[in-house]
């Protein structure tokens, strides 16, 4: 059946969804919060053998991410095949941390005692280096990479699956596994490049990122989307020529996927971070070439990334003069919610949930 087909390479052509959802992520508006992580682990991961897993991160870039230098682990395909990938180790993800929270909280010893990682020291963890960044001073730099599962076009994930435990869906191309066929092979998370799948060792499954597709099915949008303050997490279908993501995307070319080299055509699209200008030994601005290296945002989103920037600084341009720009404006997000996801605009409180709903729809 085709609709089992979705995301595979069939007769030697990739079998589309009907439709894509996506989301574009405005990297100059992420002030690294983590609300967006927080709200989704609050939702979806709380269960036991959970606890490690953050299918939503933000890290500080440049850096070495989570897992570790997750860029470097392979994955993916090249030319069409795939390329082998490594199993990230739970140390490289940052196992959960245990911390004293009923001294500090039950103890009564609120005033002297301070909350720390307990037993053995961590590692690593989620957020290690964050705001450290590059660059030296007076022209250091940083910005925050907001990450969750890309749902890509062509799921490496999917593919390296013997069990076809994972799949994708017609109606909106959301990548879900299937925990009753998963038997906990861990092929997936070889093969996923973004490094995006966590495995459950209670019970022994893979698991991530679900898109909130119960929440998505009601018109609600994702939690991580709706719960961001910097309102730059954008949400709807690709084909909608009248939203957001297809503007940005498609018709503006401002918003760029991550990777694409990795070659799963991902569906998590990067406005890409301008920044202040250099300063030159004197102190003087330096507009001659930028803060952030060229180069470096080049080897995260391709080439596409300077078309990309050379609009914003256009349309920038164009505001300073005293005129208007459609992009600026839709990027600002002037009304919440309609113009940030408006498909998925509805209050989660003013829908009716099921039992079974109810601890999903915060
Ligand atoms: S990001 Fe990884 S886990 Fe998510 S769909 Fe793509 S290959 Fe699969
Ligand atoms: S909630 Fe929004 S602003 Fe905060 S870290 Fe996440 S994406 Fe960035």
Redesign the pocket.
């Known amino acids: 059946m085709a609709e089992d087909n979705v995301g595979r390479i069939v007769g030697g052509k990739l079998v589309r969804p009907k439709r894509q959802l996506a989301m574009v992520f405005d990297l100059n508006k992420c002030l690294g919060c983590q609300t967006c992580t927080i709200a989704c682990k609050t939702l979806w991961t709380r269960e036991e053998g959970m606890e490690h897993m953050w299918w939503a991160t933000v890290n500080t870039m440049p850096g070495r991410g989570t897992p570790r230098d997750w860029e470097k682990m392979g ?2 395909f090249v030319k069409g095949a795939s390329r082998a990938g490594k199993l990230p180790t739970n140390e490289e993800f940052g196992e959960a941390w245990q911390f004293n929270y009923d001294e500090v909280f039950y103890g009564g010893k609120g005033n002297e005692a301070h909350l720390a990682p307990q037993g053995k020291p961590p590692t690593w963890g989620p957020n290690w280096d964050e705001d450290q960044g590059g660059g030296e001073y007076p022209n250091a730099y940083y910005f925050y990479l907001p990450r969750i ?4 076009t062509h ?4 593919e390296a699956c013997p069990r076809r435990a ?1 799949y994708k869906r017609a109606e909106d191309g959301i ?1 879900l596994i299937d925990e009753n066929r998963c038997k906990g092979y861990r092929f ?1 998370m070889e ?7 966590y495995f459950n060792h209670v019970r022994a499954v893979s698991q ?2 679900i898109f909130c597709f119960p929440r998505v099915e009601k018109g609600v949008a994702p939690a991580c989307s709706r719960q961001c303050p910097g309102r730059l997490r954008f949400v709807g279908y690709l084909d909608d020529e009248k939203g957001p993501i297809h503007k940005l995307v498609k018709q503006w070319k401002v918003a760029v996927p991550l990777h694409e080299e990795y070659g ?1 055509d ?1 569906n998590v699209y990067y406005v890409p971070p301008l920044a202040p200008p250099r300063l030159d030994a004197n102190g003087n601005v330096d507009e001659t070439k930028p803060r952030i290296p060229a180069d470096y945002l080049r080897s995260l989103f391709g080439p596409a990334v300077d078309r990309a920037l050379d609009t914003l600084k256009a349309e920038m341009a164009k505001t300073r003069a005293g005129g208007k720009s459609e992009i600026l404006d839709t990027l600002i997000v002037y009304s919440w919610p309609k113009d940030i996801f408006p498909d998925f605009a509805k209050d989660p409180a003013t829908l009716e949930w099921t039992s079974a709903e109810t601890a999903k729809k915060a």
């Open positions: 994955g993916g599962c890309n749902h890509c799921p490496a994930c999917l994972i990548v997936c093969a996923c490049p973004y490094k995006k799948i991530k990122c799963t991902p």
